[in-house]
């Protein structure tokens, strides 16, 4: 019932979501079309009742020429919101096409986070024009966020946020909670500093309502608090968040003071980011801006793949070596050349499966419950019985193909050893790329099916020496 269920919801969710697609794209459509007959008042009563992050989508869907027209027609308050929810290129068309006045009022009113990612991807030129018109406050923020390494949590975190003192009444707090709640990214979690501002404690907006108006903040407040420091990577900040279910983390300097939170939305675009990275580097695709390719130019498709390709060209060409350097074997047993694919692409397929599983358990942390060292053998074991079982199905079929006995054993035993060797290897590849500090997704399906290929192609016609008859090393 418990698997029922979970089914239905993720069933729901992915309706959820097509259902939301689907309004920005009907959206986007009629937008266009009151756009081009000039009904700016329909386009205008056709968008008050969308959702913001719709909205957003369905400005982007629209044509360069009319996406600057579309975002005039939004209200003020809501053109800001829209805004932080539009694709980065979209973003950066229309600062292109809108008037000074309108560029810097957007800029000033967006929230410093998204306002710093914005920043990331203009030119420096352009940065550093739109910090010097930005108010002093905003440009001390901006700058403030841009000083700190990318992907880390000073990139990430804004530093709007409610924080409170420990002599403050719970009605004092819930005032100034009202007060700043319009200015601040969240209220749900709320932070209790010291005159130094060090983070002293931390109080949910529930523990805050319901206290009796009279009882100290520092009285309900919880003193241990988890934090993360501004050069945290961001990876790291995501997995905490995810590990204590927390809206949002604080984020403290070296001092201890604190500086800015990161919020659950900010963490999810992580996510999505590091799993698409994770992917091109599956896929052996040279990574650029994640969210760019399907946007990106023919010839910048083509260099981000071409890179890896001449690599697992030059794997498969030793490949193609060894098996003419072994062509007296072939060329006296024929056969033993038709089941070359299968044993390499078995092999590889077994490779790509345990590094796979052993780079996704990387990156949620769940190997390290198992330990390095058991985790490769325990693949190994694998390995080892999926070839035991596979040599059970290839012996038969491979001794009616070739019609020796001997070809089929040869073709069965390799293939065990091959499997074997695959999983060992496909799971101890990626551990040693992580131990050396590397990236573990280099290491992925591509590669290891290259090595495979290699070790297998030299394992299989050695077999084939020692088992079939007259092809000993001193025949």
């Known amino acids: 019932m418990g698997e029922a269920n979970g089914a239905t919801s993720q069933a729901t969710a992915a309706n959820a979501t097509s259902a939301n697609a689907n309004v920005a794209v009907v959206v986007a459509s009629q937008l266009e079309a009151l756009l081009q007959a000039g009904n700016y008042d329909g386009a205008k009563l056709l968008l008050q009742p969308v959702q913001e992050v719709d909205a957003a989508e369905a400005i982007g869907r629209l044509p360069m020429t009319l996406q ?6 939004l209200p003020k ?11 980065v290129e979209v973003q950066q068309s229309l600062l292109e096409r809108l008037r000074s006045g309108e560029v810097l009022e957007l800029v000033e009113e967006m929230s410093p986070d998204d306002r710093a990612r914005l920043f990331d991807e203009l030119p ?36 709007e946020f409610i924080d409170l003192k420990e002599f403050h009444s719970a009605g004092q707090a819930l005032d100034l909670v009202r007060r700043r709640a319009r200015d601040t990214e969240t209220v749900y979690s709320l932070y209790v500093t010291d005159g130094s501002r060090h983070l002293s404690g931390i109080l949910s907006l529930r523990d805050l309502v319901v206290a009796d108006p009279e009882t100290r903040i520092g009285d309900v407040m919880t003193r241990d608090v988890v934090s993360v420091s501004t050069d945290t990577d961001q990876e790291e900040v995501a997995r905490a968040i995810q590990r204590y279910d927390f809206l949002a983390m604080p984020v403290v300097d070296r001092e201890q003071r604190l500086v800015g939170i990161v919020t659950v939305d900010d963490v999810i675009d992580v996510i999505e980011q590091e799993a698409t990275r994770d992917l091109y580097a599956a896929g052996a695709v040279q990574a650029g801006d994640e969210d760019d390719y399907f946007q990106a130019g ?18 498969n060409s030793i490949t193609a070596a060894v098996i003419a350097r072994e062509e007296d074997i072939l060329s006296r047993v024929v056969v033993l050349a038709a089941f070359i694919p299968l044993l390499i692409g078995t092999g590889g397929n077994v490779g790509a499966q345990s590094s796979t599983v052993v780079i996704r358990g990387l990156s949620t942390q769940q190997l390290l419950i198992n330990g390095r060292r058991l985790t490769v053998l325990r693949e190994g074991i694998a390995g080892l019985i999926l070839g035991l079982m596979l040599m059970a ?13 001997h070809v089929a054993w040869t073709t069965g035993l390799s293939l065990v050893a091959i499997t074997t060797l695959a999983a060992i290897a496909g799971s101890a590849l990626p551990l040693l790329f992580n131990r050396m500090g590397l990236d573990p997704a280099l290491m992925s399906a591509p590669f290891i099916t290259s090595a495979v290929d290699v070790a297998g192609v030299v394992i299989y016609l050695r077999t084939a020496r020692w088992l079939l008859p007259g092809l000993g090393e001193n025949a």
């Open 68 to 73: 600057a027209l579309a975002f005039r027609l």
């Open 77 to 87: 308050d809501e053109a800001i919101d829209i805004y932080e929810y539009l694709p």
């Open 124 to 159: 420096a030129k352009v940065v550093r024009r739109l910090l010097a018109e930005l108010s002093p406050a905003e440009r001390r923020v901006t700058a403030q966020l841009l000083g700190y390494a990318p992907e880390t949590a000073g990139r990430l975190m804004t530093t």
């Open 298 to 315: 023919l010839f910048t498709v083509v260099r981000r793949r071409i890179v890896w390709l001449l690599v697992l060209l030059v794997a």
């Open 393 to 405: 199905a290839v012996v038969p079929w491979a001794w009616q193909v070739g019609g020796d006995p």
